[in-house]
């Protein structure tokens, strides 16, 4: 059955790896008991960058599925929470998560927002140059929520559907229209796609309108060309 394997909360932290320091909430404990989940996100959790969070990525979520997937296909053996997440969900695949979902997770109900923007901090985190391109060619970057309805979560809980309005607007999708595959007439329609998050709908918009290039449209390139995707990450 769906469900949360793990819950992660932090803060900001100084941190130190070959690249030198930084600060990033990306470090975050395990959490065992129940826990209060807020319309601003997990009681004693705090992203570090004003780009970070908001209410459209209150909870940051990754699978079991894609831990796998590393460790299969690449030999990473992270640990569940590695990566920054606040969720980790077992018996679930991104296919199966859609923009717009309602979510029953213990008594708070969510909504899935969008997926998740690779950066840099991940990358540090994962001890991969390239994460950013991996997660990005691979299409398993995690997603976020928005909180509807507070309530109290805690591991074991069901991951449970209870409303699905947008079907054609799974999270693979979605970075598959973005970064891999632009077709406008889909964009179109995630432009205006209820449920997914403002900052989506405009990256889609601002896609369509240009004549030129778009942030996204760099991450494949070869390595001399251009990232930027540390400042574009809503969560």
């Given at each position: 059955m769906a469900g949360i394997e793990g819950i992660f909360v932090g803060g900001p932290k100084s941190l130190r790896d070959e690249r030198g320091d930084f600060v990033s909430s990306i470090v975050r404990k395990r959490v065992d008991g129940p826990i209060h989940l807020s319309i601003?996100?997990?009681?004693?959790?705090?992203v570090t960058q004003p780009y970070h969070g908001g209410s459209d990525a209150a909870v940051c979520v990754h699978l079991v599925d894609h831990y796998d997937f590393w460790r299969a296909h690449y030999g990473m053996d992270l640990p569940h929470g590695h990566l920054g997440e606040n969720l980790v969900l077992s018996e679930v695949k991104e296919d199966d998560v859609c923009a717009g979902d309602v979510i029953r997770a213990g008594s708070a109900l969510l909504q899935v927002s969008g997926p998740r923007v690779p950066c840099?901090?991940?990358?540090?985190r994962a001890g991969r140059t390239d994460w950013v391109k991996l997660t990005i060619r691979e299409n398993r970057t995690g997603f976020y929520l928005r909180v509807l309805e507070p309530g109290i979560v805690e591991?074991?809980?069901?991951?449970?559907?209870?409303?699905?309005?947008?079907?054609?607007?799974?999270?693979?999708?979605i970075n598959?229209?973005?970064y891999l595959d632009f077709d406008p007439e889909v964009a179109q329609a995630y432009s205006e796609m209820q449920?997914?998050?403002?900052?989506?709908?405009?990256?889609?918009?601002?896609?369509?309108?240009?004549?030129?290039?778009?942030?996204?449209?760099e991450i494949l390139q070869p390595a001399e060309a251009s990232v930027q995707t540390a400042e574009t990450e809503v969560g």
């Amino acid at each position: 059955m769906a469900g949360i394997e793990g819950i992660f909360v932090g803060g900001p932290k100084s941190l130190r790896d070959e690249r030198g320091d930084f600060v990033s909430s990306i470090v975050r404990k395990r959490v065992d008991g129940p826990i209060h989940l807020s319309i601003d996100g997990f009681e004693g959790d705090k992203v570090t960058q004003p780009y970070h969070g908001g209410s459209d990525a209150a909870v940051c979520v990754h699978l079991v599925d894609h831990y796998d997937f590393w460790r299969a296909h690449y030999g990473m053996d992270l640990p569940h929470g590695h990566l920054g997440e606040n969720l980790v969900l077992s018996e679930v695949k991104e296919d199966d998560v859609c923009a717009g979902d309602v979510i029953r997770a213990g008594s708070a109900l969510l909504q899935v927002s969008g997926p998740r923007v690779p950066c840099e901090t991940q990358a540090r985190r994962a001890g991969r140059t390239d994460w950013v391109k991996l997660t990005i060619r691979e299409n398993r970057t995690g997603f976020y929520l928005r909180v509807l309805e507070p309530g109290i979560v805690e591991v074991g809980d069901a991951w449970r559907i209870e409303q699905r309005i947008h079907p054609q607007g799974s999270i693979p999708a979605i970075n598959r229209c973005l970064y891999l595959d632009f077709d406008p007439e889909v964009a179109q329609a995630y432009s205006e796609m209820q449920g997914l998050a403002e900052w989506w709908r405009e990256q889609f918009r601002e896609k369509l309108a240009r004549t030129k290039g778009h942030w996204s449209d760099e991450i494949l390139q070869p390595a001399e060309a251009s990232v930027q995707t540390a400042e574009t990450e809503v969560g």
